[in-house]
């Protein structure tokens, strides 16, 4: 390395001491998140009717890597029914501690019921707690559940840390 | 050599100690800082206001971790090295003059007045050396010799450097005594003699950096290497305390830097004509010197990559020796035949 090529990376670094930087500072400024980012995954509703879009058929916990989706099905009650289908899920937990964020549930999903949708401030406390179910996904929930719980022991309302470009797959959702 | 009374160097010295320490523990955040800044980031900025108070996060944080004492170390000196380390730096310090004598409120700015200011300094930072090579022998480990050896070697081969830099100045200057070679002015010497000592100056920066086991040469830190060098076993204060006495050795050698060549606390003359006695300013003008030269030590560890050891020795003893040998060489032969 000769003292020209010195005084030239000593010029770039220079210049980069007058640069803003592209941290972001994270609680104080919201992290810009693009679409497709795959973070919490959302139980999504028919926007017409109001009826879940899962129909029970267990396609993503036979697509998931980790087996983190555990899906039991039940009949449809034909007076009010869950889902559009004949069959709903009637247990739906997926283990956020085995979930990868692969998004290949997404991929099986034939109805596009589960999207992963932005969510990622998803750190808790006790392995129980990471075990979402359906309380916890469906399109309308906001913020993992520990937010939810800091929010409501403070009384306030819960704050997400991003904002995301749009996604249409993401039906219903508004962050 | 003036000098003040025995009682005010007593607390001229404890003054600067303070100072120094107190200088020190702002250098490391300023150069987290700058180094983030240099990376396109922000470096700490939390804790106080823009990172004010991270020094005292550290300090406390250093205090209440587990001070360890290897087993097999020989105690006595796995104690003494880090104190060898962080005097010889801090007494490096003692020698350099601030300003004109007597224009600190009537005291001399500088602890003490040497007629062998240089000798010291450099007496003084060989006796740091010791520091070292003392605390890898005293933890007794594979790791801890290999690199305190390593770091020895590298730190008495640059002095080589050091020394040979320095005797282009001291033939200009004439004397030892820092306080008259900034007052014989090195700005004011024939052009003829200025290839010599800006080659002088580019070698002493080097060899200065060298010195301080400071990036692009700081293998004895770089963990991909010997783990930790000869810093391996030390924990909590002692390890704060070799710490201490790296950052605190960056002072003098930018201090000498800036005393040596660019002409010590004085500033360039056509100031005058603004404030009368504005290049006379004690302390100011060599703080802003020592501030360059810092900045420029933190630039070069943002931007290079680390000497190998074998490309280090050899650059040490063969290039840069060379070119130390030359400047004195060329400015000896200026000095006989030209001016």
Redesign the interface.
Known sequence: MSVIDIAKGMGVTLGHLFKKPVTVSYPEQKVQLKARFRGRHHLLRHPDTGLEKCIGCSLCAAACPSYAIYVEAAENDPANPVSAGERYAKIYEINMLRCIFCGFCEEACPTGAVVLGHEFELADYRYQDFVYGKEDMLVGVKGSPWQRREAAAKGTEVVLGFEAEHRPELEGVDY | MINDPLWITFVKALLLCLVLLGAFAYMTVIERR?L???????GPNRVGFRAALQPIADAIKTVFKEDLVVSGADKFVYFLAPAISITCALAAFGAIPAGPAGSLFGFNPWVMDLDIGVLYIFAVTGLGVYGIFLGGWAANSKYALMGSLRSSAQIISYELGLGLSVLAVLMVAGTLNLREIVEAGIWGVSPWLWPGLALAFASFAVSATAEINRSPFDLPEAEQELVAGYLTEYSSIKWALYQMAEYVNMMPSAALMSTLFPGGWKAPAFLDNLIPGMSEWPIIWLVAKMAIFMFTFI??K???PRLRYDQLMRFGWLRLFEVALLSALITGAVIVFVV
Do not use: D, E, K
């Open positions: 700058l983030g800044r240099f990376q396109h980031r922000y630039w070069l943002a931007t290079l």
